[in-house]
């Protein structure tokens, strides 16, 4: 029996992106608002050997966080799903990471050339006011945290 894979199903190319649930001191996660959905910073993986790095760059990029007081806590989950490049379909699977910043609600610099037109902190308690405009993959990776970590004493 040939066991399929969704790879091998789809016949795809895939490709690799990895990104960041932050939260803060004051337990309160990052969202970004971009072509019209709240999201989470991520992007496209460099260096295939370590999703990590390219994760906190993201964050860092997409966010305008200092680099130096973001920390991965673990990983949470990967999510897939198709998309389009120069009208070429591919397959994509996105790392997530719970991310650790060392500050409270420190002002961000949304990376507008990516079509980023805010961060903002959110309280667990305002999270359901969000997840109407959360992209089924990012409210997944954020309720695997709510139901999971989101009360624990690391974030």
Known sequence: MTLKTLTSTLSLPVIESAGGLVCNRNHH???????GKWDMAKGRVEDAKCPEISALREVNEETGLAMDKLTIEGKLVSTWHTTRHQNIKYLKKTHWFLMRYNGDDD?????VEEGIIECRWIHLSD????????PVRIDYVVDFWHQNLAYSPRC
């Not at 996660?29 to 971009?34: A, C, N, P």
């Open 29 to 35: 996660i990052l969202l970004i608002f971009k072509r």
């Open 107 to 111: 002002q961000t610099k949304p990376q």
């Open 127 to 134: 999270l359901p006011a969000y997840r109407q405009l959360l």
